[in-house]
């Protein structure tokens, strides 16, 4: 079984503001995925609604995941970002309780 966490966050830009909050998501995952502990930190648009955006993230440990929610560009993120989304964050936590598929 994989240790660790994983998030799975869910955001829907305002009418308009879709390209710059896709601006906004990529420059978090660049910045996000030097984070100590950041295993993948992959951002999604739906192909159904390009207002909607799916962030997956995988972290070593919760303590990686606590240090990412407090550094710089995620902060930033949510100040300057924040006011073009809907909504806040939808954001869920889980464990994998599956193998891998490439440990098989």
């Given amino acids: 079984m994989r240790k660790g966490i994983t998030v799975i966050a869910y955001m829907t830009a305002k009418t308009g503001h879709e390209d710059r909050v896709r601006s906004a998501l990529l420059e978090l995952v660049a910045q996000s995925r030097k984070d100590k502990g950041c295993m993948n930190y992959d951002l999604h648009q739906s192909q159904d609604n390009a207002a909607r955006f799916a962030m997956y993230e995988s972290w070593e440990t919760a303590a990686d ?23 806040p964050a939808e954001i869920s936590k889980w464990i994998m309780v599956s193998e891998r598929k490439d440990s098989q």
């Fill in 65 to 87: 995941l606590d240090a990412h929610a407090k550094a710089a560009p995620l902060q930033t993120f949510v100040k300057t970002a924040g006011a073009l989304l809907e909504r």
